[in-house]
């Protein structure tokens, strides 16, 4: 499941988001424990294809909600707050906007050095380490004058691989939230406003897409990186797929919606079929071929 952490300063709305995701209740007090929930993204592509064949069952998609207590503004955040980030996908700064007294651009670029200067004390601690087994530093070397320049480390054009396990905030995903549109708010991140647009913001900049599948009576949406084949994907549903996999039909969604039939679609002729290496593309209807 695709985690997604909320961080941002106190009161500006991380809990409030969290209880509207999940529909979890109750409040945290302890920034170093997280309130850990499921958010169910009702994807609008999934309504449709339920309204169009009414199937028993529709599965959507889940994320891993994390929320954390903030610290205050002026307070700022200590490197051990983020030791529960490790294993989360992407970061979501929740920005506050829902009331004049706020300079949300201030607070963005202010939460985005955070991340920055948590990175920066842990690569001089790996330099410091390094340095003194004597063991090679460039490559830490840069990505410390690049954060330096206030850049986050998942731009960096080097191989990225060997930063890995190093636990660094600014190699993930980050995208910005505004809670509220009192104010516009410059920034080159993906930006949000509106909890509408919560989790396809977060599966684009993840580079996934979507496709769906209409089994029996359940209609599911399934989440997968975009570079996947279609042999890959199959085995994202379950390896038997992966291991026997024949072939796959697709349909577009939209073409969907208007032959609101797989079996007529089949009959015209119009289902297009992928070999293992093909790739699905988002908002296929995709039925998998495959020997048991
Ligand atoms: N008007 C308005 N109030 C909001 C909005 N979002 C949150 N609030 C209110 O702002 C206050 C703080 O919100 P929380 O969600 O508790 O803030 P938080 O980020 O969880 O704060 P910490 O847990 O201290 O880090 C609460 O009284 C919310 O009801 C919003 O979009 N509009
Ligand atoms: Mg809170």
Same mark, same amino acid.
């Not at 983020?82 to 706020?102: A, Q, S």
């Not at 600014?170 to 920034?187: A, D, H, R, Y």
């Not at 989440?223 to 279609?230: E, G, H, M, S």
């Given at each position: 499941m695709i985690k997604i952490a909320l961080f941002g300063y106190s009161g500006s709305g991380k809990t409030y988001i969290f209880r509207s995701l !999940?529909?979890?209740?109750?409040?945290?007090?302890?920034?170093?424990?997280?309130?850990?929930?499921?958010?169910?993204?009702?994807?609008?592509?999934?309504?449709?294809?339920?309204?169009?064949i009414n199937p028993k069952k529709?599965?959507?998609?889940?994320?891993?909600?994390?929320?954390?207590k903030g610290f205050p503004e002026g307070e700022g955040f200590p490197s051990n707050y983020?030791?529960?980030?490790?294993?989360?996908?992407?970061?979501?700064?929740?920005?506050?906007?829902? !009331?004049?007294?706020?300079n949300p651009q201030e607070e963005m670029e202010s939460l985005i050095m955070e991340l920055i200067y948590h990175d920066i004390e842990r690569i001089e601690s790996i330099i410091e380490t390094r340095k003194r087994e004597k063991e090679n530093i460039e490559i830490w070397e840069k990505s410390l004058e690049f954060l330096k320049s206030e850049k986050l480390l998942k731009n960096i054009g080097l191989d990225k691989k060997q930063l890995l396990g190093a636990e660094l905030l600014?190699?993930?995903?980050?995208?910005?939230?505004?809670?509220?549109? !009192?104010?516009?708010?410059?920034?080159s991140l993906p930006i949000v406003y509106n909890l509408d647009d919560f989790y396809k913001k977060a599966i684009e900049t993840l580079n996934m897409i979507t496709f769906y599948t209409i089994k029996g009576d359940i209609a599911q949406a399934?989440?997968?990186?975009?570079?996947?084949?279609?042999?890959?994907?199959?085995?994202?549903?379950?390896?038997?797929?992966?291991?026997?996999?024949?072939?796959?039909a697709t349909l577009s969604f939209n073409e969907f919606i208007e032959i609101t039939d797989w079996h007529k679609?089949?009959?015209?002729?119009?289902?297009?079929?992928?070999?293992?290496n093909s790739q699905i593309s988002d908002g296929d209807i995709v039925e998998f071929y495959f020997t048991k």
């Open positions: !999940t529909g979890k209740e109750g409040e945290i007090f302890d920034p170093f424990k997280p309130n850990i929930g499921v958010g169910i993204y009702k994807d609008k592509r999934l309504e449709k294809i339920k309204e169009i529709i599965i959507y998609p889940e994320f891993e909600i994390y929320d954390f983020f030791k529960n980030f490790n294993e989360i996908d992407i970061i979501y700064l929740i920005v506050k906007n829902f !009331t004049n007294e706020v600014t190699l993930k995903e980050v995208i910005v939230f505004s809670n509220g549109e !009192t104010k516009q708010i410059k920034t399934w989440i997968i990186p975009k570079n996947l084949t279609a042999k890959q994907a199959g085995g994202k549903i379950h390896k038997d797929i992966e291991k026997g996999f024949v072939k796959a679609a089949k009959n015209m002729g119009i289902l297009k079929f992928l070999g293992p």
